[in-house]
């Protein structure tokens, strides 16, 4: 019975300084809240407004009844309509669009003639789940077209109607594992490089070793730069094992530079360094530093377009990735890897980086100098 009392008298004494902590109050209703609303928005595998463009040489009432049906579903939105063959790798390459509906000169006359009519699907494999799960919505829509041109007498039954024939560009295959694994690098940093700086400057409030530190004969901006290197290190060392496990253990292709995929992995490493200094600088405890760095590091994963796509989410959360430093690197480390990207063709992906770095490394710097005060 004592024990019971003593359990108890615990337990009303941990109740009491959580709810009597803000931070603690925060922690348990605060972050759960955003991830609930965060995963219900954007973790969905049903794909809808998938961009896609057409290149139709046909031009006739057959294959505009087609891409009507393509037009009418909620899965697809079309973004260009092309005049040229050689417009299909702009499109793709740049990813204006995630596949090109091509539909040759003889399509209407083949099938009145009987003859199989097929159109051509070029999807970006570069996102393997997307291109198949697309193929799939496609195909269904094709074959109910199918089953009207028998109705209306186009087709017999037992002609062979219109045939997709479909092809995906870096990925042939579209096997799922090369779009998971050429990215691996860049999350498995982020989680290195976030845990080792968040902790960094939490460790040493805990452990008494803080004021130490400050009467030490360095400066904040150097004390930051130290503790940050050695976190840098280790991610980008953790990140080219990760490339090199995929090009030699699980046979990704890397099509790339070395040059481009160091380069968008420092960028990548140390904006995540000045998170993680971040969220150290405001951490009293490494309790704490382990709760902000969870807080940041679920989200972005569901965020990144690392298993979701990006599209499927509301448009105002597609404007609310631009922010997140994971999104910026998967993409670029795909193009790097199976696309042959080089540091011209990820730019794009690079100068947000940079930009988030130039904002959270003085800011941490300036959390720094204010707590230690």
Known sequence: MNTLR???ALMYKEFVMILKDPKSRFVIIGPPLIQFFVFGYAATYDLKNVRYAVFDESRTPESRQLLSRLAGSENFELTKTLLAEKEIDVVINCEKARLVIHIGPDFSRNLHIARPATFQVIVDGRNSNVALIALGYIGSIV?????DLV????????GPGVIIEDRAWFNANLQSRWFIVSALGGLISMVVVMILTSLSVARER????????LVAPFNPAEILIGKSLPGMAFGLMDALLFAAGAVYWFGVPFRGTIGALILALGCFILTIVG???????LSMTMQQALLGSFVFMMPSVILSGFATPIENMPHWLQIGTLLNPLRHIIAALRDIFLQGADLFMIWHQ???LVLMACFTLPLAGWMFRHRSQ
Do not use: A, H
Request: hydrophobic share 40%; charged share 15%.
């Open 151 to 158: 109705k209306n007498g186009v087709v017999s039954m037992n």
């Open 6 to 8: 003593r359990i108890i």
């Open 206 to 213: 805990e452990f008494g070793t803080f004021d130490q530190l």
């Open 350 to 352: 690079l100068w947000p």
């Open 143 to 147: 074959e109910q077209y199918n089953q």
């Open 275 to 281: 998170v993680g200094l971040l969220v150290s600088s």
